[in-house]
């Protein structure tokens, strides 16, 4: 823990150096504040920075009232992103930020990797942690996954860098970015029948595997969008990467947004996970796999969802 004033006066310090440099002409800054060296002390030290240099871009760790310019969730995933917001997502490779000898709870690269996939299919950024020990060497267990997430990347690093978010919902088989032009599916589950459904309106124009560009694959349209014919296994593991050359914006099909069917009774269960928060506050949040709405701080957010219903059902109070 840091000695008594400590926080303060290293958010002062920081404070400083930040003024120092902003008030140079020509020079543009960003801030990447931390929650330490933040509270009353810190927003007070900061807000005058922000006067007299109003497009500092700084995240929303200011508090105080003060949003920032990008959202920055620690450990955890966001279910939906943020929508109209930069953001990225913090995370550590084992349980630790800093340095533990005993810390065992190393993350699999499968995780990492499927981690990478979902931020970038929701819009955002993975700010992965490694901490080193104290002569300053990383960890082998760092450096054995990260030399395997790179080994991914060699291959797939297209699909996943300035991409943009999904403008698929969801998907059976898990996730997907986009450039314009291109959709890139990122399939988890390879499915037994060689057959990907995708729940696309667009004119596909040609498909192949990011992996082997040179093989086109075959793709047959179907009434809920296109189905891609692939070969028997992944070329890569943790997530096999299939490419859509499509004509203009992707275009996608009612299956891909009328998630909700009524049961046999007629009712509906309408999860926050399946929610499209509207609004400048609220989102979907998940904690330990169960949904949630939350930032629900604006009146005027609501959310909405998309349900198909085949036939009249009689609405009960």
């Known amino acids: 823990m840091p000695a008594p004033g400590a926080t303060h006066l290293a958010s002062r310090s920081c404070a400083r150096s930040l003024s120092g440099a902003v008030t140079q002409p020509g020079r543009e800054a960003a801030a990447a504040l931390s929650r330490r060296f933040l509270g009353f002390s810190g927003r007070r030290d900061f807000i005058p920075l922000l006067k007299l240099k109003p497009g500092i871009i700084h995240n929303n760790r200011l508090g105080g009232g003060f949003r920032g310019d990008t959202e920055t969730p620690e450990q955890e995933i966001p279910a939906t992103g943020f929508k109209g917001r930069d953001w990225e997502t913090c995370m550590t490779m084992n349980d630790t930020w800093g340095y533990k000898s005993y810390d065992h709870d190393w993350k699999p690269t499968e995780t990492l990797v499927r981690n990478l996939v979902d931020i970038a299919s929701k819009g955002g950024n993975y700010l992965l942690n490694v901490g080193p020990t104290s002569e300053g060497l990383i ?127 007629g009712s509906l269960t309408l999860k926050a996970e399946d929610a499209e928060p509207m609004g400048g506050a609220i989102r979907v949040e998940l904690h330990d796999g169960v949904g949630n709405l939350g930032s629900w701080t604006d009146p005027k957010d609501y959310a909405q969802w998309s349900v198909t219903i085949a036939r009249p059902v009689p609405m009960r109070s």
């Open 139 to 265: 960890p082998a267990p760092s450096i054995e996954r990260l030399q395997q997430v790179g080994a991914w990347m060699k291959v797939n690093g297209e699909a996943t860098c300035a991409t943009s978010a999904s403008p698929f919902k969801k998907l059976a088989w898990e996730r997907c970015t986009q450039k314009p032009g291109k959709l890139y599916l990122h399939v988890f589950d390879w499915p037994a029948d060689g057959r990907l459904q995708v729940p696309l309106a667009s004119a596909v124009t040609k498909a192949y595997l990011l992996a082997d560009k040179s093989k086109q694959l075959q793709v047959e349209s179907a009434a809920d969008g296109e189905i891609v014919s692939l070969p028997s296994a992944s070329p890569t593991p943790y997530a096999g990467v299939v490419v859509l050359d499509i004509a203009g914006a992707p275009e996608v099909t009612a299956a891909a947004t009328t998630r909700i069917h009524p049961a046999a009774d």
